[in-house]
Nanobody, 118 residues
Framework: QVQLVESGGGLVQAGDSLRLSCAAS????????MAWYRQAPGKQRELVAA?????TNYADSVKGRFTISRDNANTVDLQMHSLKPEDTAVYYC??????????????WGQGTQVTVSS
């Protein structure tokens, strides 16, 4: 089985920075996509940023403020700068991967709360 474990959430003030990390563990053959989603109260879960071997993709609302990166094959970080109150949400790590050469799967982390006060 595969697990995604997030860390780094917390309470910060507007304008501050925060770094989220996610580590994937388990029987993983290859990770195709790692991403961060977020869900604010009363809203749908939305893509924040994604990274593949081909590059990165960001939501318009975070472009220029957030950076997604992978330090190694099974981890993904989200560096967040100039945080705004509207960035407040539960942030989820996501991975689209192969467990074996023939078996694929999609996995979510448990979520980490990010709260930005004004």
């Amino acid at each position: 089985q595969v697990q995604l474990v997030e860390s780094g959430g917390g309470l910060v003030q507007a304008g501050d920075s925060l770094r989220l990390s996610c580590a994937a563990s388990g029987s993983i053959f290859k990770i195709n996509v790692m991403a961060w989603y977020r869900q604010a109260p009363g809203k749908q879960r939305e893509l924040v940023a994604a990274i593949t071997s081909g590059g990165t993709n960001y939501a318009d609302s975070v472009k220029g403020r957030f950076t997604i990166s992978r330090d190694n094959a099974n981890t993904v970080d989200l560096q967040m700068h100039s945080l705004k109150p509207e960035d407040t949400a539960v942030y989820y790590c996501y991975a689209d991967l192969f467990l074996t050469i023939l078996k694929a799967g999609r996995y979510w982390g448990q979520g980490t709360q990010v709260t930005v006060s004004s």
